[in-house]
């Protein structure tokens, strides 16, 4: 289908002629000698072929071809005014689509807060969610499939991506209710050494399952890991029916499981970091609102 060539300054002008009837009072919208407009109709008339407007003394008059492509003169500049404005929009950051990576248990967390404040500030904004390990979420940034990664332990040696921190949270074991250590506030790593092992595979988030590995190290064991789950909440399902136990993120607690017990661990200097993911190249706005919704105050250490 051929496209026609036809210049904006031209349908703009047969618009406002086709409202005022008059050419003195279009020129005078228009901002230009009447000269100019009737240059710019009969122009405009050569590209269609055919006249648009009668001309007789004191009076101008639409033709039945004027009648004809008025409404669609009026709808294609329309659509150009919206396109232009929808287009602002996008790249000023105030719409279009942000796609966020996030780890399961940052959902009892990070994730709430941060979506609430970022939708206040942007309600047009439309945000896709997926939930996603750690592992998988440095994949999807590097082929682009997401914008955004909320995981946990990421590799800062990154060509690629940039990482921010957005808090940190000790460790707790996790243990049936019916568990002789469960009766404690307070468990010793140590004493976890012969108890078989729940975690997630460290294909998942390579990080956390080292750093849980190291710290397990620390209290002089390697732990026996009889069982994995992808899921946090698969995690302590299995530790309630006394499978084994875990070491998990605090915020685990959130998960309420009736048959579960989470309790501080001895020593508990040792800390798992949140952080903020994103590609170095991208220059999205919406990438940079978001990372502004990170206040300071939600990147302390909690």
Known sequence: MERPELPLPQLHAFVVLAEELHFGRAAARLGIAQPPLSQQIRRLEDKVGHALFTREPGRVALTPVGHELLPVARRALSDLADGLAAARAVGSGRTGRLRIGFAASLALTVLPGLLRDFRQRFPEVRLEIREMTTAPQLTALRERTVDIGLLREPEEADRELDFRTVLTEPFVAVLSHGHPLAAGRTVRLADLAE?????????????????????????????????????WQTVCALVETGLGVSLAPASIRRIRLKGVAFRAIEPGAERTRVAVAWRKSDRNPLVAHLLATVSPQSQATR
């Open 195 to 231: 108890a078989p092992f729940v975690l997630l595979p460290r294909e998942a988030g390579p990080g956390l399952y080292d750093r849980i590995l190291a710290l397990c190290a620390g209290a002089g064991f390697v732990p026996d890991v009889v069982q994995d789950a992808v899921e």
